[in-house]
Each structure stands twice: as C-alpha cells, then as structure tokens.
C-alpha cells in the first residue's frame, strides 16, 4: 500500500481496543479522513500526544484503494491550538467548530477553503480568546462554502434591493423577503444585523471577531445562524448546548 501524506486537524478520537484508536482528521488534501492508530493508548507511544484533538499535524498513513479506514504510520505537529492551558471557553468552543467542521465535510472530497477557515478561526480563538462574533463567523462562513447560505442581495418577492436594509429570511426556501412582501413572516434580521452580516463575510476572522458584537442584531444572526445549521444538518450539535452555558449565551 503506497503511504499519503496529509496537513490535518484532528477532530476528535476515540476507542478502537486497549491499545489503539480511531482518529477523524480534516485534512486539505482529501477532506474528512478516518484512521486507525496503532499502540497510541500505550504509555510510551511516540504518536498518542501528537494525534489529540485540536491539534494540527503533519500525518502519514496507508489507505488501501477504495478503503474507508486508513492506518496512520507516523505523524509531527505543526502546532496545538489547546496549548499547554487552555480555558474553558476554548475547550468547548475548539469542540464545537471540530464538531461542525467534521458534520460538513466528506471522505475524498477536499475543501482547502473549509480547512483554512477552520485554522484560522482556531487560531483566532488561541490568540484573541473565544467570542460570539467569532463562533458566529464560523458557522455562517461554512454555511456560505458549502452553497448554503441563501442569498440575500435583493427580495425574491419584489427584487428591491435589501442587503443592507431589514429584511426576513425564509430558511427552508433559500429566500429573502423585504419587510413589504414578508408580511412579518420568516427570520427577522434589522439593518443593524444586516451589516454585521456583510462585514463577516468581508472580514478576515480575526478583525469580525474584535468588532462590537452584542444584543438584538447579534441575537438576530444566532438565530439564523442556529436555524440553517439545523435545517440542513436535519439535527442539532452536541456540543453546542454545553458551549451556550459555558459562554452564557441565551
């Protein structure tokens, strides 16, 4: 079996037997990895502190063709965004982004795009500390990546222009409605939301994130943010109820 190489963030791992694991990568050349590791439960494992989630590491694996398992044969890191003493706040807000990024990527479907999002909001998360603004960013930008954030330049209803005016946003038909033809129904994002919104997707992460980012148009975009994650994922994430009482988000 020929021996890949791939730049990967670790997801998360978990029990394979007394003395192996699975690990789940992101990585940039292929997408959502899955691979066994071998003898990294053993106390002088060479490989068991490199393979911890969160980390971004330079791996080596087999993969046999057509294979849905590889076997990781070495593995270096390139860096730990928990450190050597993470808060709280990076520890469940680390998960939650590895928990969304895995849910949107595929096995042999690589997007350098997602993979470079998800470090560099890692990266901001580690230097800056974890902010709403910042897990916001995250979630409405892989919604954009993977065509799922509706667009909203003009009213599907009218055509009048609303990108930076109020305007709802009908989730389940990728439609945007002014304020005219919406009649009050869908999401309602005002002005004020509506132009957090296109500085997000103007910005790097690092500058969305230490923009002022609090009351009704920050709960505005949460809440679109929370409904296209569960439309289109058709279920919520785990770990996100745990990250709300972490951060006291409402």
């Not at 037997?17 to 050349?29: F, G, K, P």
Request: glycine fraction near 8%.
């Amino acid at each position: 079996m020929p021996i890949h190489e791939a730049e990967a963030v670790i997801l998360r791992h978990y029990v394979l037997s007394e003395a192996d694991r699975i690990v789940v990568c992101l990585t940039r050349e292929t997408g959502l990895l899955r691979a066994a590791a071998r003898g990294v439960r053993k106390p002088k494992s060479r490989m068991g502190a490199c393979l911890q989630p969160l980390n971004h590491v330079r791996l080596r694996y087999f993969m046999k063709e057509g294979g849905e398992l590889g076997r990781v044969c070495g593995c270096e890191t390139v860096h730990s965004y928990l450190g050597k003493s993470p808060s709280l706040e990076q520890v469940y807000a680390f998960t939650y982004m590895a928990e969304l990024a895995q849910e949107f990527s595929q096995e042999n479907n690589p997007s350098p795009a997602a993979f470079r999002l998800l470090t560099a909001c890692l990266k901001t998360g580690e230097d800056a500390g974890v902010t709403s603004a910042l897990l916001r960013y995250f979630e409405l930008w892989l919604l954009r990546l993977n065509g799922l954030l509706p667009h909203y330049g003009s009213c599907s209803g009218c055509g009048k222009y609303v990108k930076e005016r109020s305007f709802y946003m009908w989730p389940e038909a990728g439609q945007v409605r002014c304020p005219d033809c919406a009649r009050g129904q869908g999401l309602y994002l005002s002005a004020e939301a509506a132009g957090l919104l296109r500085r997000m997707l103007e910005l790097p992460p690092e500058r969305f994130a230490a923009l002022p980012f609090a009351g009704r148009p920050a709960a505005e975009i949460g809440r679109m943010s929370e409904k296209l994650l569960d439309l289109h994922l058709e279920k919520k994430i785990q770990s996100r109820d745990a990250l709300r009482q972490v951060l006291r988000e409402t």
